[in-house]
């Protein structure tokens, strides 16, 4: 049986060892931390559970038909729980917007904040269901390794508008600038500035309105642990604190992967789940490098960072959603000053989970658990967020203070904060890049890192950095077509 190695075991590499074991692979799964799950781990303090990155679980049977093709029924490992609305908007004035699926529902929504929007929301909707259609029905599990096959979907591109950003195309349709934000900040989920990014990345919207906006009960950590469970079922090996220091290349081919501790491990197939810009430059000896030297790794444009507080408290608000994003008084200035400036600004916009609108049980009973995102600029921008750090959380929690959690400082029960220090140091990312290289029209598709190396054979690209993108649907299906390039070892499990 020919062995598989697989570097990280975010979801784009638990899924690609799913993949891997039904092609009759000897699997091992190498973490470099003290948890599965990469970005998608969890911190557990005083009774409360919160999620370490992502909240949001869309196109659910991306993650069914994994448990299935393995002959398991996914109600066996996982809750998965509806969420409604998907998200409370609420705008720097205080006005606010629901952000739901059903058609009549969102309508009237609009209708309540422009009433002369709604037939530009139709057409929104419409146009965001056809780039759908394109952009992720055909092309999202398939590979963009040739030029050819960038060249066959430019006609449908240009015909779609995707030459234009999301904000941009948002506008065509909508006047009501509240509303152009809320259905245009989506981009901001995979990493991308919506005034810049192709409008391509439309299609999240349709996406949502068509499979829906999920939890899983017990908080993402509780699917990491489900994967867990299905692959050493399965018969793979999953080793945590088993940093990946050097790939062996041989002839050309993947010949072996070293970890820190000095331990060896026999491949003929390795699957990379960790930032590709560190792997081939830390990780590979440049002569086996032709393509992706470290010259032209260094031109790689990154996305944004994240600051990330995690809070509990013994008062609950339940006026609350689970997903709340809170607009502040900039939007394309704010998105300047974070990715193209790089600087901290004074304002910002947030993201607030709030967990325990859905399943209590993440928070002892009576208290909340809650974790407020703030984009930020990558470490490019020089920030010493050791000095930045405590300032900055408390700026934001007297604005949620002020604005919508009163009484805040005085029912804190648990505080702790996550920096781009934290993305670039602990789950090596590099400059601290949240989600990877930016998803900028020249880093997508097929100028995106490649799923199949095109430098060492039997060497492959799962997660953010790859086609199709960051988020989880766009993870596993990076997986998926790992599943169509990878030759078959044996029968099906």
């Known amino acids: 049986m020919s062995k598989a190695i ?38 557990k303090k005083d009774g409360y559970t919160f999620d370490a990155g992502p909240t949001v679980i869309t196109a659910p049977h991306l993650i069914s038909e994994l448990f299935e093709s393995l002959g398991e029924d996914p109600k066996d490992y996982y809750d998965l729980l509806a969420i409604d609305p998907f998200y409370k908007i609420i705008f720097d004035d205080q006005s606010s917007f629901d952000y739901v699926g059903d058609e009549e529902r969102i309508i009237e ?45 430019a006609p449908d591109m240009i015909r779609l508008e995707n030459y234009k950003s999301v904000y941009g195309l ?21 990493g991308g500035n919506p005034t810049k990014i192709t409008s391509i990345y439309l299609l999240i919207h349709w996406l949502e309105r068509k499979w ?29 604190n088993a940093s990946v220091d050097r790939i062996e290349v041989e002839g050309g081919k993947v010949k072996r992967v070293f970890t820190t501790d000095g331990s060896a491990y026999d491949c003929s197939v390795v699957v990379s789940n960790a930032d590709p ?91 909340e658990c809650f974790y407020v995102l703030s984009p930020v600029p990558n470490n490019l921008s020089g920030l010493n967020w050791k000095d930045e750090k405590e300032i900055y959380k408390d700026k934001i929690y007297k604005w949620l203070e002020a604005r919508h959690l009163p009484d805040l400082a005085d029912n804190l029960t648990v505080d702790f904060a996550v920096t781009p220090d934290f993305f670039e140091q602990e789950l090596q990312s590099e400059h601290g890049a949240a989600f990877g ?8 598709a097929y100028f995106r890192f490649h799923n199949r190396s095109e430098d060492v054979e039997g060497l492959y690209f799962v997660g953010a950095n790859t086609h199709p993108g960051a988020g989880i649907p766009g993870v596993l299906n990076s997986a998926k077509i790992i599943d169509k390039i990878i030759p078959g070892e044996g029968a099906e499990k």
């Open 6 to 43: 697989v570097i990280g075991s975010g979801f784009g590499g638990l899924a690609s060892a799913v993949h891997l074991i039904k092609k009759g692979y000897d699997v091992t799964v190498l973490e470099a931390r003290d948890q599965f799950g990469g970005r998608a781990g969890v911190f």
């Open 109 to 153: 929504n609009v209708r309540a904040l422009n009433p002369k929007d709604v037939d530009g929301y139709r057409k929104l909707a419409e146009h965001s269901r056809r780039i759908f259609d394109v952009g992720y029905t055909k092309l999202a599990a398939v590979p963009f390794d040739t030029v050819s096959s960038m060249l066959r979907v």
């Open 170 to 190: 948002v506008s065509k349709y909508i006047k009501d600038e509240r509303l152009r934000q809320a259905f245009s900040f989506e981009p901001l989920l995979v």
């Open 212 to 240: 829906g906006v999920h939890f899983i009960k017990g908080g993402t950590t509780s699917l990491v642990a489900a994967f867990v469970e299905l692959l050493e079922k399965k018969g793979a090996t999953l080793k945590t």
């Open 277 to 367: 810009v560190r792997v081939y430059r830390d990780m590979i000896e440049e002569k086996h490098r032709s393509t992706h030297t470290n010259s032209r790794l260094k031109r790689k444009s990154h996305s944004m960072s994240l600051f990330v507080a995690y809070f509990g408290s013994d008062k609950t608000y339940e006026h609350l959603a689970h997903h709340t994003i809170l607009l502040g008084p900039r939007y394309k200035g704010l998105l300047n000053d974070i990715f193209t400036k790089k600087i901290l600004a004074d304002d910002f916009s947030l993201y607030l989970h709030a967990p325990t609108r859905t399943d209590k049980a993440m928070a002892p009973e009576g208290h």
């Open 437 to 444: 290289i930016e998803p900028s029209f020249t880093q997508s």
